[in-house]
């Protein structure tokens, strides 16, 4: 099997603009804003990066989410749920960059999976 890597990591937060504020003084994170459609800010912490989403796009602070690098979303999805697990999000596209799907492991954990686009 091969050992796949945490890709991203979200960061729930009631104010993404202080929230990233807040990492970077403090660790020295890089960070971008996105407006509309996204609404979304992501970071760059050394070898990972990953981003805050509002907190009004459905997770509550401490919802903090691991993306997990996949080939084939599909495919994990099925074996995910032969394991125990359960898709929670199925394979969506983010435009211009990848695909994700969410899934919760049997201890109801909710965790994620990521293919990059491809060009």
């Known amino acids: 099997m ?4 945490v890709v991203h990591v979200e960061i729930p937060a009631a104010n ?3 929230s990233a504020k807040f990492y970077s003084q403090l660790f020295g994170w890089d960070f971008q804003h996105f407006g ?3 609404n979304y800010t992501t970071f ?9 989403f509002d907190t009004t796009q459905g ?8 993306y997990i690098e996949s ?14 697990g359960k898709t929670a999000t199925p394979k969506t596209e983010i435009p211009g960059y990848g695909w994700f799907a969410t899934f919760t492991d049997p201890s109801g954990n ?6 990059g686009q491809r060009g």
């Open 36 to 38: 509309e459609p996204m």
């Open 44 to 52: 760059q912490a050394g070898n990972l990066g990953g981003g805050y």
């Open 16 to 18: 993404r603009e202080e």
């Open 110 to 115: 909710t965790m994620a999976l990521y293919t």
């Open 71 to 84: 080939e084939d979303i599909d495919a994990d999805l099925k074996n995910i749920e032969k394991a125990g």
């Open 2 to 5: 091969t050992r796949r890597s």
């Open 59 to 66: 997770a509550k602070v401490g919802d903090v989410r691991v």
